[in-house]
């Protein structure tokens, strides 16, 4: 059973802080994780990706980490910007995506 | 503008009447997605299709059908749409290819559903 849980809800944080989400999956099977932003009343859209050959993938202010041995992922936001309020999606797999269930993330000036 | 079109964006309906959801993208994808977003549950796959005339069942395909006559049309039909399938749903596409950089998909911007 391949599925992906994003255990926090909502999220608060500073800005200029650092955001970080996370993410949990329990099928290592398929190995290529993305996270999704999304702002109301628009659709998702890609933010950054990893495959299990790496630790981790930088885009600019978005890192994301994978630790294989905890099955545990997460999106690393620095400086955090108020534009960056939005749900954040982590997904598993290639054509066919797992979603987790989204953290809201507030960034307060 | 490379993009996914979904419509309507928002439509109220009673339960039993029949209705479609087209999506349409101009990316020249071959891959194409359903799913569906409720609350605390993210989004949930309904169905898929590989190619024209090539579909299958995602996750949650009750109540659901879908079509792949055209390589850029994908459409969504609920033919006895139930309460339970008020929700907001998605349409996807991506390029089917060896490289995972390129099968990020692409989404519309949704259409809310309710069903009275």
């Known amino acids: 059973d391949q599925q992906v849980k994003q255990n926090s809800p909502s999220l608060s944080v500073q800005e200029g802080r650092i955001s970080i989400l996370n993410c949990d999956y329990t099928?290592?099977?398929?190995?290529?994780f993305l996270w999704y932003k999304k702002y109301p009343a628009e659709g998702p859209t890609f933010l950054i990706s990893i495959s299990s050959i790496k630790d981790k993938n930088e885009d600019g202010r978005f890192t994301v980490f994978l630790n294989k041995s905890a099955k545990h992922l997460s999106l690393h936001i620095v400086p955090s910007q108020p534009g960056d309020s939005a749900v954040y999606f982590c997904a598993q797999g290639a054509q066919k995506l797992v979603f987790g269930q989204g953290t809201r993330l507030t960034i307060n000036p | 503008e490379a993009q996914v079109t979904q419509n309507p964006r928002y439509l109220i309906t009673v339960t039993g009447k029949k209705l479609t959801v087209t999506c349409s993208q101009n990316?020249?994808?071959?891959?194409m997605s359903w799913y569906r977003q409720d609350p605390g549950l993210g989004l949930r796959q309904i169905y898929y299709s590989m190619n024209v005339e090539v579909t299958d069942k995602g996750d949650v395909p009750e109540g659901y059908k879908v079509s792949r006559k055209e390589k850029r049309n994908f459409p969504l039909i609920l033919e006895s749409p139930s309460p339970n399938q008020t929700s907001l749903y998605f349409c996807a596409s991506s390029s089917r290819s060896g490289w995972r950089t390129k099968n990020i998909q692409y989404f519309g911007a949704g259409t809310r559903l309710s069903v009275l």
């Open positions: 099928n290592s099977m398929f190995d290529y």
């Open positions: 990316m020249n994808h071959e891959y």
